[in-house]
């Protein structure tokens, strides 16, 4: 019972400190680095729709849905989960983006969409969509850091 009372302590406080004056994203920011992201412009949207979006990643388990300024924390993952992740991310090797469907006819009116690790601070772009096409790098565990992200980010909409 008293560890339920401190952990609803903790959690209320951690609420306060998102609704202060700074949102998560920059109380998570000045805490934490991004180890992958995902994102989305483009397509055809209704004006009032979002141009860019996307979500992003820390090293510290949060895990934030963006729309242009607007950020969202959508999850705190556990750090079996994030240890998990980084290990994974960590070992994505560079390659090619190589789209498996290259002679299918290409499509409009879709967003555009990257999906990129960080590895020691620099991007590695893992795959990309344009088009009705995604490509994905042909680097050792491009495709597994690939559907990590795209998981991530389908966890994005079940919040918007």
Request: net charge neutral; with cysteine.
């Given at each position: 019972m008293k560890s339920i009372f401190l952990s609803m302590i903790a959690l209320a406080a951690s609420l306060s400190a998102f609704a202060a004056n700074e949102g998560p994203?920059?109380?998570?920011?000045?805490?934490?680095?991004?180890?992958?992201?995902?994102?989305s412009s483009g397509g055809f949207r209704p004006q009032s729709a979002p141009a860019k979006w996307g979500v992003r990643v820390y090293d510290t388990g949060h895990v934030v849905r963006y729309e242009d300024d607007k950020i969202t924390l959508i999850a705190?993952?556990?750090?079996?989960?994030?240890?998990g992740l980084?290990?994974?991310?960590?070992?994505?090797?560079?390659?090619?983006?190589?789209d498996?469907?290259?002679?299918?006819?290409?499509?409009?009116d879709t967003?555009?969409?990257?999906?990129?690790?960080?590895?020691?601070?620099?991007?590695?772009?893992?795959?990309?969509?344009?088009g009705c096409h995604t490509s994905v790098s042909?680097?050792?565990g491009g495709y597994a850091a690939y559907g990590a992200l795209e998981a991530l980010e389908n966890l994005a909409y079940i919040y918007r």
């Open positions: 994203h920059a109380i998570i920011a000045k805490q934490a680095v991004v180890i992958a992201e995902t994102l705190t993952l556990s750090t079996e989960v994030i240890d980084k290990q994974r991310f960590a070992s994505v090797q560079a390659g090619a983006l190589v498996p469907d290259k002679d299918q006819p290409m499509c409009t967003p555009s969409k990257s999906y990129v690790v960080y590895q020691n601070g620099e991007a590695l772009k893992v795959a990309s969509s344009f042909s680097g050792s």
